[in-house]
């Protein structure tokens, strides 16, 4: 996993469109504290646009009332919120213990190749965007790979082969 | 007392009271278990594994810090197991860390580093990736060294859970997680409040203290544990010293007031003990200027002069000011030396212009003037009433226990003109109209009264003047109240029921209760609400008066006062006087000297001829600065001795170099009135403490005065002051006692008046008091309301945080905060320059528009020597105990055309 500490800064302020303000303000009922809404509000942000700008957690620490730190902590640490711009595919490997085992380099090393990308990067005509992340939680599975947050289980090369063939 | 549990470790039977984890069970026992991510002032937090511990029955070894002890555990804290595993983790910790202790800023004081030795430890057991970050040095207190962390979470949680800063927290995960600011931005006044709490509990060398580095590592220095020099809250810490040189401030895990938290102004505002600014010899007049002399010569002059004019003139035109910045020992010389030395009662302390109000007020309510629990209690609070205090700027220490009561679920009321941090935070925020304490506290109780909420036994069994309250309240309905407060009803009636109903209310007030020509009646006005509801007399009730400098209680406690000597005991009662008179040798007037602010009057019109001050600086730190400035110019002969020049020296015949709390034994006490140990770190940068050249003076005047030790100063104050009685350096050598502490085995006292009040019929008074208001109120010429204060990185007159490197770059001026709306009609933006005009003078400043303020209220400080506010404040006092108006005064802000 890359260091995900710097944030792109875009200039423009940030807010929730209408539909996303509505949501936000049905979600914060459910929870005791507003800080609850940390991880929700991310969610909202990024269905918005597809992924996360400084602007949107300084924008989110503000309507929720918390410190910026404490949604940036949580944006950093989900390896699913997209800090930068993704490719219309985003294709996640998992590098931890039971993936790395079963073989997980060896998918990496193929789309490295296949791609031309290093996790971390985006192709340039934005089809496909690449990422090594920690444990998906489907260790029983391994090696996983996540496509558009879809999983894909018991990886391997061939299988790697027919699934990008499927993508656009 | 609760039951104890037995359980068994290392073979050996141990007993504590259940609740305790089996980390703290060992660490009271005085069994070692190393730890990493453990700080006592921390939740458990079970990260690091290295304290885990064997029980039997248990299959796998678990975290002492997170396991409560349970009785009949049998516990090994060492076995070949524990030993194995602890090992691998450092190594694992160690194949990412520099080991670079040869030149690390923290070898001698490393956690880590003394963990790898004891287990033996291998530094390249695991090869791996290794991280190579750039050292973080972009602000003025604090580096970082992200190498050198190991994720552990101290600072992070520290700094969230305690201090609620909110400045850190760990970003990314796993290999990469790290403690980082949000948006990786750098450090500054913005996202941190610089309070090192985070350097304080690092156990490694990532988090350093900047200032310090490379200049003295634990092995080379000499630590002197001592007491904050700054406000009245009392925190101690270890004075690191390298030859002859403060080189850095450490935390005191061990003190009982701030259990090793400090403030910026404790940790990082030390570097005036050696400022090039400091007055080194003492210095004459000459001309206009003043010249260089010795000691001998300034001293006799000074004995000299004083004895000629009190020949010629009688010792009632003679008199001294103390300081609460000076140690207990120095102003009970100082009140002693004007009454033997001098022949009159003409002596004063600067508590006059802050707390003058609470030792009368309380002392006419309860019986004593001061404040009645100790700080620790605020933790347990059910109900924190603040009012008048900015508890977070003025007392960070104090607010770190309001912050802890907060986030243990405590209701907050806030009763202050400005949106200060506690009352963005609080349950109902009293957004009152300075100068309404009194019609505010009194609708309070017309509601509380009301609605039956008070404590009718308290009421009958321990207090006396309530029908005369309640006749009095009656009139205080809640139409007239909101008129007067502009506080809406329903706060007002939320803000009663949350006070009276609470299990354990706490009124916590500062110098926004006793800054008015009401003071005194302020705060009684707190005592009454406090009686009506009970709220006093046990463990986390009762009324916190937060004291603004580290000595104001002790100024008080010790005799620098026109009518009474040490120990609050009257001038006016025969048997005081004698008590005294025979001790000191000589006869104590009976009649009461002049307050400090009747000594400037009577100046000012030409009829008081010498003045001794001590440590204090009225020509900046007074208001209506033209009427003093004129006083301090009529007098004869001015003494003033301070450790820098002042705008009060710049007015002295003679400044006798001082000497700051680094350089001299000694005693302050705090505002839970527990009496601490100051030590000499640093020998006096003159030559002289202050209490020496106070008995050389006082000697040379013909009232020897023979002391060797500060010490024996304090042994003579046992045997005069009956609340200091069991007072000793001996017995404060470790911690310090709360008073009234009246013999030798006394434990001191936490809680005042649990069983009855000081006052003669040990019940405690209603004072009937009524809304009278500021002493001037805005009007068409000066629309605005000024309201003075403290800014947390500074310090009074700032002529000791102005001389800290860091500090003075981080609040370098001045800001008059005004209000959006108040900015928008005069068309004022942020940081413009406009001029502040009052009655009495103008100044210019830059702006600061904030929500803090409120519509019509615009706030300042009084630091800053560039920008003298106090020639804006009124000369209105409180009427009972003089204290000056500060927090109230009618001004006008205009705009400066843009430069
Ligand atoms: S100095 Fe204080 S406020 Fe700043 S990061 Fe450290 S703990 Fe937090
Ligand atoms: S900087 Fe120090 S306290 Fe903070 S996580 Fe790293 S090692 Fe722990
Ligand atoms: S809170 Fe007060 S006593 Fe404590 S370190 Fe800060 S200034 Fe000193
Ligand atoms: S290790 Fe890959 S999913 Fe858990
Ligand atoms: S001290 Fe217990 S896990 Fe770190």
């Given amino acids: 996993m890359s260091d995900r500490s710097k944030l792109i800064v875009t200039g423009k302020p940030f807010r929730f469109d209408q539909e996303r303000d509505a949501e936000f303000e049905r979600l914060v009922k459910r929870y005791p504290t507003r800080e609850s809404m940390i991880l929700p509000a991310l969610w909202l942000t990024q269905e918005q646009e597809g992924w996360i700008s400084a602007e949107a957690i300084a924008y989110i620490a503000d309507r929720i009332g918390t410190f910026a730190s404490q949604v940036f902590e949580c944006a950093t640490f989900y390896t699913m919120y997209n800090l930068h711009p993704m490719g219309r595919n985003h294709i996640c490997i998992c590098r931890t213990l039971s993936c790395w085992l079963r073989g997980k380099q060896e998918i990496v090393d193929y789309l490295k190749n296949e791609l031309g990308l290093k996790p971390g990067e985006i192709g340039a005509d934005g089809k496909f965007s690449l990422e090594e992340v920690e444990c998906l939680g489907h260790c029983g599975t391994a090696p996983v790979v996540q496509v558009n947050g879809e999983f894909h289980e018991s990886m391997d090369v061939d299988k790697l082969k027919s699934l990008l063939a499927t993508l656009k | 007392m609760d039951e104890l549990i037995m359980v068994k470790i290392n073979g050996m039977d141990v007993h504590f009271p259940k609740g305790k984890t089996i980390l703290e069970v060992c660490k009271d026992a005085g069994i070692y278990i190393p730890t990493l991510c453990y700080d006592e002032r921390l939740k458990p937090h079970g990260g690091c594994r290295l304290c885990l511990v064997e029980i039997k029955g248990k299959p796998v070894p678990l975290t002492s810090c997170t396991t409560p002890g349970e009785a009949g555990m049998e516990i090994s804290t060492e076995s070949p197991k524990l030993t194995r595993l602890r090992k691998t983790i450092l190594e694992l910790l160690l194949s990412n860390h520099p080991n670079d202790c040869m030149v690390c800023e923290a070898s001698g004081d490393c956690s880590l580093r003394e963990m790898a030795y004891l287990y033996g430890a291998s530094l390249d057991r695991f090869q791996g990736e290794k991280w190579n970050l750039p050292i973080r040095e972009d602000n003025p207190f604090i580096t970082f060294e992200p190498n050198k962390c190991i994720a552990c979470g101290r600072c992070t949680r520290i700094c969230n859970e305690v201090v609620m800063a909110g400045t850190i927290d760990l970003v990314n995960r796993g290999f990469n997680a790290i403690p980082e600011t949000a948006f990786a931005k750098p450090r500054s006044l913005k996202n941190c409040e610089f309070c090192g709490q985070c350097v304080s509990t690092c156990p490694t060398g990532a988090l350093t203290d900047k200032k310090g580095r490379g200049k003295g590592r634990a092995g080379d220095i000499k630590k002197v544990k001592t007491t904050c020099t700054y406000c009245g809250t009392g925190c101690n810490f270890f004075l690191n010293v390298r030859n002859d040189r403060v080189v850095r401030v450490t935390s005191d895990f061990e003190a009982p007031v701030n259990k090793g938290n400090l403030c910026i102004k404790g940790r990082y505002g030390y570097d005036f003990i050696h400022s090039d600014e400091r007055i080194k010899t003492p210095l004459i007049r000459e001309g206009e200027g003043f010249r260089e002399a010795s000691w001998d010569e300034a001293l006799s002059l000074v004995a000299g002069r004083f004895n000629a004019i009190i020949k010629e003139h009688g010792p009632d035109k003679v008199g001294g000011f103390s300081s609460s910045r000076c140690s207990n020992e120095e102003n009970y010389l100082l009140a002693k030396w004007v009454r033997c030395a001098v022949g009159s009662n003409n002596v004063d302390n600067c508590a006059r212009v802050c707390h003058a109000p609470t030792v009368a007020g309380l002392a006419q309510s309860f019986g004593a003037g001061a404040a009645t629990n100790s700080l620790e209690q605020m933790s347990d609070i059910d109900t924190i009433f603040i009012i008048g205090s900015n508890t977070t700027e003025a007392h960070p220490i104090v607010s770190l226990y309001l912050k802890k009561a907060i986030s243990k679920g405590a209701k907050v ?438 929500k803090r303020s409120q519509t019509g209220n615009v706030f300042m400080s009084f630091h800053h020597q560039s920008t003298l506010t106090n020639v804006l404040t009124s000369g209105h006092r409180c009427r009972i105990s003089g204290t000056p108006e500060y927090k109230s005064c009618a001004v006008r802000i205009e705009q400066l055309s843009q430069e």
């Fill in chain 2, 413 to 850: 009321v806030v009763a202050d003109p400005r949106k200060i941090w506690l009352a963005q935070r609080a349950d109902v925020w009293l957004n009152m109209k300075p100068g309404s304490n009194i019609a505010l506290i009194n609708g309070i109780i017309h509601v509380i009264l009301k609605n039956g909420w008070e404590s009718k036994e308290f009421i009958k069994t321990r207090t006396e003047g309530f029908a005369e309250l309640k006749a009095k309240v009656e009139e205080y309905d809640l139409d007239r109240v909101e008129k007067l407060t502009g506080v809406s009803r329903d706060k007002i009636i939320e803000a009663a029921r949350l006070y009276s109903q609470a299990e354990k209310s706490m009124i916590v007030y500062g110098l926004g209760i006793t800054e008015h020509l009401t003071g005194t009646e302020n705060s009684m006005a707190t005592a009454n609400l406090a009686l009506v509801c009970g709220q006093v007399g046990r463990p986390s009730t009762g009324i916190m008066a937060l004291r603004g400098q580290n000595n104001v209680q002790g100024a008080s406690d010790l005799g620098p006062l026109p009518a009474t000597l040490p120990g609050y005991q009257s001038v006016t009662d025969p048997k005081c006087r004698e008590k005294f008179g025979k001790a000191w040798g000589v006869t104590i007037k009976d009649k009461p000297g002049l307050k400090s602010v009747e000594m400037l009057d009577e100046c000012a019109k030409g009829n008081f001829k010498a003045l001794y001050i001590l440590g204090e600086d009225p020509a900046h730190t007074d208001p209506d600065l033209h009427h003093i400035r004129k006083a301090l110019d009529k007098i004869d002969f001015l003494v003033v001795q301070d450790i820098f020049p002042t705008e009060t020296t710049k007015y002295a015949h003679v400044i006798l170099p001082g000497a700051s709390f680094a350089e001299k034994d000694g005693t302050f006490t705090n505002g839970e009135r527990r009496v601490q140990r100051i030590r000499k770190a640093v020998g006096p940068v003159a030559g002289l403490a202050d209490w020496e050249v106070l008995c050389k003076v006082s000697t040379l005047m013909g009232y020897p005065m023979p002391y060797t030790h500060p010490s024996q100063i304090m042994d003579e104050i046992a045997t005069l002051v009956p609340a200091y009685g069991g007072i000793s350096y001996k017995r404060i050598e470790k911690k310090g006692i709360q008073w009234p502490c009246p013999t030798k085995d006394h434990p001191g006292t936490t809680t005042l008046y649990t069983e009855t009040f000081a006052r003669p019929s040990g019940l405690a008074l209603f004072m009937v008091l009524d809304h009278v208001g500021s002493g001037e109120v805005p009007d068409e010429t000066y629309p605005l309301v000024l309201i003075t204060g403290r800014v947390r990185e500074h310090y009074n007159n700032g002529s000791q945080t102005r001389h800290a490197v860091g500090i003075i770059d981080l609040v370098p001026e001045e800001l008059v905060e005004i209000s959006p709306e108040d900015a928008q009609s005069l068309g004022i933006k942020n940081l413009d320059w406009v001029k502040v005009l009052s009655r009495r003078g103008e100044i210019k400043v830059r702006a600061k528009v904030t």
